[in-house]
């Protein structure tokens, strides 16, 4: 079901970058709005962080230097949660193939960690600071409910951009 799900969401993260160019990516709606390059870098940034801590893993971000092909001016632990107007204006990307290669990455390690739990390993508590605390379980479905969100805004947005 996990595999299915991350799948899922690597299709509309692929679909709705495909063929765009740099502008087309950082296209805003009403010039505030999220862009699909903020919306597919958040989405997978969230996905990298929160499996890797539960799998004890490190982040593909930093363990495969895409934090410097991306160049961004954050600090390297940022994922996009609470970014203002600004810090989103500021994703930019050269071509949709750095979205999607970091994308692709990083549902690689995801899909490799699913692939090893069993339904023993989802009432783990990975995460105390919540009350109640946070089991594996939870978490999970977490980011693959935030992944699809996140994706499917920007596979809205891509039918918004002006021909």
Known sequence: MLVDAFDRI??????????????????????????????????????????????DLPQVWTSEDWAERFGLPFDPAETGYAHSSEQVAA??????????????????????????????????IVDRSWDPPVTLAVRLISVVSDNLQHAGQAAFV???IPA
Do not use: F
């Open 91 to 124: 994703v930019r990307v050269d071509s949709g193939e750095l979205l999607t290669g970091y994308h692709d990455a990083v549902y690689e390690q995801t899909i490799a960690y699913a692939e090893t739990l069993t339904d023993d390993d989802l009432p783990r």
């Open 158 to 160: 891509r039918g918004l």
């Open 10 to 55: 690597k299709g509309v993260v692929h679909q709705a970058v495909d063929g765009l160019t740099p502008e087309q990516l950082a296209y805003r709606v009403d010039g505030t709005a999220n862009s699909i390059a903020w919306l597919v870098w958040h989405l997978t940034r969230i996905q990298d962080d929160h499996i890797a801590g539960v799998a």
